[in-house]
Structures are given as C-alpha cells and as structure tokens.
C-alpha cells in the first residue's frame, strides 16, 4: 500500500512535518503549503532542508497541490493561474516530482452554463502542458467546483481524456458535497484515478464537519478494499483535516492498519 501524507497536514512548519513523517514511518509526502505559502513558493531555506530531508530519511515527494485553478472564474487571480502553474512544473521537474494536483474552479453566483468551456479550455492548458514536459496532472474533486458530483467529474475527464487530465480522487470532498458515499462515483471514475485523499466526513450544509477515519459517514473499508483490489500501486495520502491533527493522524493511521489488515 503507497500510503503518504500531506505535509501541512501535520503542520505548516516544514521542518515539524518532516520529522513528525518520518516518526510516523510516513516516507511518501505530497507538498502544498508551509509557512512560506503555497507550493512552489517556498523560501530557499525550506528548500533546501527539503533536499536533505529527501537524502537523510528516503523521502519520496508523490505529488504538489499548487492551489491552480482553485479560485472563481471573474477573480483577477483566475488570469495568472498558468502563469503560476509552469513554476509549479519548475518546482516539480527540481524535485523530480512525477504528479500534479490542479482543481476545476470555484463555481460563483455569477457563473452561467456556458462558463463551464472556459473551464474545460483553461484545465486543458494546463494538462496538454504538464505532459508535454512529463508529468501526470490530476484534477481534485472539489465541493464548489465545477467537477464536484458524479455527473460533473465524470463530465470533464471524458471532454479532457485527451489531454490526458487524471483524478486526484477525493472521497471525503465527494461526500462533502453531495452527501454521498464512495460507491456513488468510484466505479464510473476509477480509470481515471492517479491519486487518492484519505480523510472522513460528516454532516451536510452547516453541519458539515471533518472528523477522523471511523467517525465520519464514508465507508473507508470498503473503499480501501477496492482501491487495493482495483489499483494496488495508487498513491494515497493522509489529509486528516481536523484538529489536533497530529494526534487525529495517529488516530487515521490506527483505523487504516485496522481496515487493510
């Protein structure tokens, strides 16, 4: 089982997650935010503790999650999005980094039927461009995202599958948004997931909430029975999600080794 974290769900403070990731046996990382910002804005001295962090403990970076693409459509921030997503491909090439984690856009009140084009043009960019220069692009499912329920994930990768745009398959976003459990996307979705997110859910609306691996309303056995079945070498990543996250990752890790046993 290719089981990592994401490392700012540990802590921000990158030298905090590394050591508390390799305390935990967790030697895969996905990079996304530490006190510096988000990926692939980190200082030099992150960077550089990062490279002998990687020689000193075997580490292996599985995938970064530059935040592209994750604001509105009308933001001004939406125009520089591939600006930022090739020192993101930078950043990766560096590190020898083989994924990348994008979204589909925020959905606003503004948004019509016919901005969902700009969408499928905008990810197409970016994934026509990460496989030019080698690399695996993998769009989050997302609550309030254009690829947020069955029909809409689904509806992207097949008008983008020839861009070779894959899942970063998200169970807990999928239920946070439309209240269901795995079983109603994973089949029609599987061909296309590269990456998986582990963290449980609960609740719907403002009564949402995340909570650790067994109290939540997913089906994680279940889930990680097919996903081993279905794709054993999947790369997946703890992103616990909800405080103390230190002590709530231990608790993940727990029911995981439970699940899986």
């Known amino acids: 089982m290719n089981l990592g974290i994401v490392t700012d769900e540990l802590s921000l403070n990158l030298p905090f997650a590394l050591g ?6 967790l030697k895969r990382l996905e990079l996304r935010t530490t006190m510096s910002g988000r990926v692939p804005f980190f ?3 992150e960077k550089e503790l990062l490279e002998d962090m990687i ?6 970076i ?3 999650s530059p935040g592209t693409f994750k604001c509105k459509l009308r933001s001004p921030r939406f125009k520089e999005q591939l600006i930022n997503f090739e020192k993101a491909l930078d950043f990766a090439e560096e590190f020898e980094i083989p994924k990348v984690i994008v979204f589909a856009a925020e959905r606003s009140d503004e948004d019509t039927d016919g901005d969902y084009q700009e969408v ?3 990810v197409g960019k970016a994934a026509l461009l990460a496989r030019s220069r080698g690399f695996v692009i993998a769009a989050e499912n997302e609550a309030g995202c254009w690829n947020d329920t069955p029909e809409s994930i689904l509806r992207l990768h097949n008008d983008l599958s020839d861009t070779g745009l894959m899942l970063n398959w998200d169970p807990g976003n999928f239920h946070a948004s439309c209240g269901l459990d795995y079983k109603a996307g994973y089949e029609q979705l ?6 998986v997110h582990i963290k449980d859910s609960t609740g719907q609306g403002k009564a949402h909430r995340w909570v650790p691996l067994g109290d ?3 089906d994680w056995k279940g889930q990680l029975d097919e996903l081993l079945r279905d794709m054993p070498d999947v790369d997946m990543s703890l992103e616990t999600h909800c405080w103390p996250l230190l002590e709530n990752t231990i608790t993940n890790l727990k029911m995981i080794n439970e699940y899986v046993r």
């Not at 599987?190 to 990456?195: F, G, H, L, P, S």
């Open 190 to 195: 599987k061909k296309y997931i590269v990456n």
């Open 55 to 60: 020689d000193d403990y075997d580490f292996k």
């Open 20 to 25: 508390a990731a390799a305390a935990l046996g």
């Open 120 to 122: 499928v043009d905008s």
């Open 216 to 218: 939540g309303e997913i």
């Open 62 to 64: 599985t995938a970064i």
């Open 43 to 45: 200082s030099d001295e």
